[in-house]
């Protein structure tokens, strides 16, 4: 049935029949925008909800089908590895009826394929939350925060007028006896030096408002998650550079080191 037609008795019966991982699927994919099918079975379908890994892989797999199917997830085009990459290839974006299950107040735009660009830039997002995850159920530290965007975004007055902060994730880490508080932006190589210095930028101004310290009592640091070691380099370089900047604030980390970068093994 669509959306359109799915009446109110026919939303809430739909909702009831609905379990709970059901629900913590479709509203972390709300969240995040796009998933693919291996990262929601890693926080969905662990080992230790289900005897074996491949128990869980079939789980997952029967569950997207049906959530898939009564259009509460849609499934894009593209493929992340291709089509020998399998079901786990696939990649999901919240649904029409999905998006009413959650009560949502803003009616859900209508659906079209997004960029591949954004695509590659929004699940690189979403694995650093499979992962921060991952490590968290290791013990490694508590996940206290973790919040994507458009919830970890800041408003403050800059020299120019009203300014929105963009990070990618606001991510709070209980280590030991200490509290880690980080904006998260995701770099996946695309963008010249100059714009991410620019965003840097932005952070510094933010910064000098006091806001954030005011309202938390502390500033969160800046990491930057890039592809390698190679860029990582350069970034770290170009901010060293950049005498506007508290370098300090920022921290830059290959992909590889980003856990623990933000657990603070790394510099």
């Known amino acids: 049935m669509s959306a359109s037609i799915l009446g109110h008795i026919g939303l809430d019966d739909l909702r009831d029949d609905l379990s709970g991982r059901d629900l913590a699927i479709i509203d972390q994919v709300a969240e995040l925008r796009l ?38 997830l849609v499934r894009l085009q593209r493929r992340v590895g291709g089509v020998r990459a399998g079901s786990g290839s696939f990649v999901y974006a919240l649904g029409p ?10 009616p859900r735009p209508r659906y079209r394929e997004p960029s591949i660009t954004f695509i590659d830039h929004t699940l690189a997002v979403a694995q650093l939350v499979v992962d921060v ?24 007055t800059s020299i120019s007028g009203p300014t929105v902060l963009r990070p ?6 209980g280590v030991a006896d200490y509290e880690k508080r980080w904006f998260v932006e995701v770099d996946k190589g695309s963008e010249h030096l100059p714009a991410l210095l620019r965003k840097c930028r932005a952070y510094e101004a ?33 901010i060293d550079a950049d005498r506007h900047l508290t370098n300090p604030l920022f921290v830059v980390a290959s992909t590889s080191h980003a856990i623990e970068t933000m657990e603070g093994g790394r510099p």
């Open 206 to 238: 933010y910064y000098a408002t006091g806001t954030e310290q005011a309202n938390h009592g502390v500033f969160p640091r800046v990491c930057w998650v890039v592809p390698d070691e190679r860029r990582a380099t350069q970034l770290r370089s170009a």
């Open 35 to 72: 998933m693919t099918a291996r990262q929601i079975e890693a926080i969905h379908f662990a080992v230790g909800r289900h005897e074996t890994a491949s128990a869980g892989a079939r789980a997952s797999r029967r569950s997207l089908e049906r959530l898939t199917r009564d259009r509460l």
């Open 168 to 173: 990618d994730l606001f991510i709070s880490l």
């Open 97 to 106: 009826v999905g998006n009413r299950v959650l009560n949502r107040q803003q």
């Open 133 to 156: 995850t991952a490590a968290a159920r290791s013990g490694k530290f508590d996940l206290m925060v973790c919040q994507p965007e458009p919830r970890c975004w800041r408003t403050f």
